[in-house]
């Protein structure tokens, strides 16, 4: 191989289908998790404190599922195609 062939990565696989669900099923649930502590404490705060609460409890589901689903399409699109044709081996 000479000194200027340059190399090109062909593949930018990003990680396992399996491994982001995994991911993305834990982020879910640690949300679910502050949800429910948020209506514990709405139950057990005093007043203005539990409006602050009850304001999480409420909008975390929202936040929750958007940051659950934000992931695989954050890979680069194109980052995997050669620049230039790779030379036969021979």
């Given at each position: 191989?000479?000194?200027?062939?340059?190399?090109?990565?062909?593949?930018?696989?990003?990680?396992?289908?399996?491994?982001?669900?995994?991911?993305?099923?834990?982020?879910?649930?640690?949300?679910?998790?502050?949800?429910?502590?948020?209506?514990?404490?709405?139950?057990?705060?005093?007043?203005?404190?539990?409006?602050?609460?009850?304001?999480?409890?409420?909008?975390?589901?929202?936040?929750?599922?958007?940051?659950?689903?934000?992931g695989r399409?954050?890979?680069?699109?194109?980052?995997a195609i050669?620049?230039?044709?790779?030379?036969?081996?021979?």
């Amino acid at each position: 191989m000479a000194q200027d062939d340059e190399i090109f990565d062909i593949t930018s696989a990003a990680k396992s289908l399996s491994n982001d669900q995994a991911g993305r099923q834990r982020r879910y649930f640690i949300s679910m998790m502050v949800r429910t502590l948020c209506f514990i404490l709405t139950v057990v705060l005093p007043s203005p404190y539990r409006w602050v609460a009850l304001v999480g409890a409420v909008f975390l589901p929202y936040i929750a599922v958007v940051v659950a689903n934000a992931g695989r399409e954050t890979v680069e699109t194109g980052s995997a195609i050669l620049k230039k044709k790779p030379k036969a081996l021979s």
